[in-house]
């Protein structure tokens, strides 16, 4: 079983804002990083860190953390969010990674 | 602009070895964990294990007695074996680059490779 935690799916209103979360001890310890995955390609990296965008991606994507969960919000999605978000982060020894199970976001 | 390209035998019998090489091209080798991940059909994705350039290690620990994670700096490549597979190994395997701050309070795979589909029946 994932040390992370994810709501299986969420769904949101076209130009709406959502916010997809990630529950996990290691979470008090470590950052996670975010993924967006659309069907038949590779995870993208959306955030990482406290809030850091690899270049390329829209900054209507943000990070934030409060305790053991962490948070991705998409403000304004589009319907080009629509897909698979992972997060990822450390275990609580921080020897190895893992995923939390993924939310399937539907963009309504 | 790195990219990684991998390859390896896509169709496989059970007991046998899975081997995938993953290259890096386009950018410095040193400096970042080198990252197996895989995904069943259907299901998320599973952190497989990691590798430096100095071939410092760290494997998923339901996996460990079967994985081997190994590096070539002079070809700028890092390799998968995974042996004894069964039918539940039946997975896309990606290889990813991690990039990390001291002791990972960040931590996260900004490039992927295209994935390879391993399907292991007899």
């Known amino acids: 079983s994932s040390e992370l935690t994810q709501d299986p799916a969420v769904s949101v209103a076209l130009g709406q804002t959502v916010r997809i979360t990630c529950q996990g001890d290691?979470?008090?310890?470590?950052?996670a990083s975010w993924y967006q995955q659309k069907p038949g390609q590779a995870p993208v990296l959306v955030i990482y860190g406290k809030n850091n965008r690899p270049s390329g991606i829209p900054d209507r994507f943000s990070g934030s953390s409060s305790g053991n969960t962490a948070s991705l919000t998409i403000t304004g999605a589009q319907a080009e969010d629509e897909a698979d978000y992972y997060c990822n982060s450390r275990d609580s020894s921080g020897n190895h990674a893992v995923f939390g199970g993924g939310t399937k976001l539907t963009v309504l | 602009q790195v990219q990684l390209q991998q390859w390896g035998a896509g169709l496989l019998k059970p007991s046998e070895t899975l081997s995938l090489t993953c290259a890096v091209y386009g950018g410095s080798f040193s400096g970042y964990y080198w990252s197996w991940i895989r995904q069943p059909p259907g299901k998320g994705l599973e952190w497989i294990g990691e590798?430096?350039?100095?071939?410092?290690?760290n494997y998923n620990p339901s996996l460990k007695s079967r994985v081997t994670i190994s590096v070539d700096t002079s070809k700028n490549q890092f390799s998968l074996k995974l042996s004894s597979v069964t039918a539940a190994d039946t997975a896309v395997y990606y290889c990813?680059?991690?990039?990390?701050?001291?002791?990972?309070?960040?931590?996260?795979?900004?490039?992927w490779g295209q994935g390879t589909t391993v399907t292991v029946s007899s």
């Open positions: 990813a680059r991690a990039i990390t701050s001291v002791a990972w309070y960040y931590y996260g795979m900004d490039v």
């Open positions: 290691s979470l008090r310890s470590y950052y």
């Open positions: 590798i430096n350039h100095s071939g410092s290690t």
